[in-house]
Nanobody, 113 residues
Framework: QVQLLESGGGLVQPGGSLTLSCAAS????????MGWYRQAPGNQRDLVAV?????LTTHAESVEGRFNISSDMKTVNLRMNKMKPEDTAVYYC?????????WGQGTQVTVSS
């Protein structure tokens, strides 16, 4: 079993920064990838960024150049800069582990003045 604990969500002004963190515990050997997804009301859950155990990263086009994902395959962080109101969503941590997906409980991020 794998457990994910997210932290770092909250309210930020447009143009501001926020960092999300997610710590994995339990049977975490062999994690293939860690990432962040987000879901705004009425929308589907979309990929924000992912990093593989080999260090390869992918960022959604909408956050490229503003967000940065990093991980040691035990924790995964998402540094969000130059935030926009459209970044408002519930952000979910995700890991890919032996063919299975595990999800965190989600953390609310609101960008508003």
């Amino acid at each position: 079993q794998v457990q994910l604990l997210e932290s770092g969500g909250g309210l930020v002004q447009p143009g501001g920064s926020l960092t999300l963190s997610c710590a994995a515990s339990g049977n975490i050997l062999g994690i293939a990838a860690m990432g962040w997804y987000r879901q705004a009301p009425g929308n589907q859950r979309d990929l924000v960024a992912v990093i593989t155990s080999g260090g390869l990263t992918t960022h959604a086009e909408s956050v490229e150049g503003r967000f940065n994902i990093s991980s040691d395959m035990k924790t995964v962080n998402l540094r969000m800069n130059k935030m926009k109101p459209e970044d408002t969503a519930v952000y979910y941590c995700n890991i890919r582990h032996f063919g299975l997906n595990y999800w965190g409980q989600g953390t609310q991020v609101t960008v508003s003045s």
